[in-house]
């Protein structure tokens, strides 16, 4: 059972991008529980156990295999299941008696397009929360490329890669942020007044960044994502996007 959970966010791949705060978290952390996710994605694991070393933690490292998605069910149905399933497994792979707190590594920051929270809320009973923020990937872009997240005096929309092919560009909108973008469903919307900031593997020795008019960058993203994913088998990357640049 765990009484008190920490959700660490450990920024977009690099110790340096994890704040003091999450450091000490991890120091006072008794389990850290560790998601396998498969020998394509061994450079996770890696990443948060460099982490771990990093923060000086004594903590019990307890390593679960992370269920996969149904393909066979509706969206929102087949998530819904998934987080379930995760939850089970934080329960099933924890020691029978933890007697401090319980630490989650999460990619980023537990509380921008990430569902640790939401998984949290299906344990019973439920534990002691605390979110430990971290960078966060758009920070980590932004900050990477060199620009503000805004334009002056303007707004930003976060959305994903799904609304984006579902519903296209949103109204009344200038700058959007997409995340969650794993078909890069961004790249195929009409470009014409459309510039692009992409970064993937952000703070990591791997980087890569793209910016540019979307027309004339579109085709160098796609190829090299695509080559990036056969390289490392996996990859995690976001675009902030301007229209009428």
Known sequence: MITDL???GIGAGSPAHVTQEGMQALRDAHVILMPNKGEEKSDLVRVRHEIIAASGSRAQIVVFDYPVRDP???YQKRVSHWHDEIARCWQSALPHAVTGPVALLVWGDPSLYDSTLRIADRLAPKPNIRVVPGITALQALTAAHAI??????GAVQV???RNLREQGWPDGVDRI???LDG???FTHLPSDGLYVWWGAYLGMDQQ???SGHLRDVAE???SLRADARETHGWIMDCCLMQRNL
């Open 6 to 8: 920490y959700l660490i």
């Open 72 to 74: 066979s069910l509706p």
């Open 148 to 153: 503000p997240f805004n334009a002056v005096g």
């Open 159 to 161: 959305t994903t890669g």
């Open 177 to 179: 942020a997409v995340m």
């Open 183 to 185: 078909r890069a469903d």
């Open 208 to 210: 890569i960044l793209v």
């Open 220 to 222: 160098k993203i796609r």
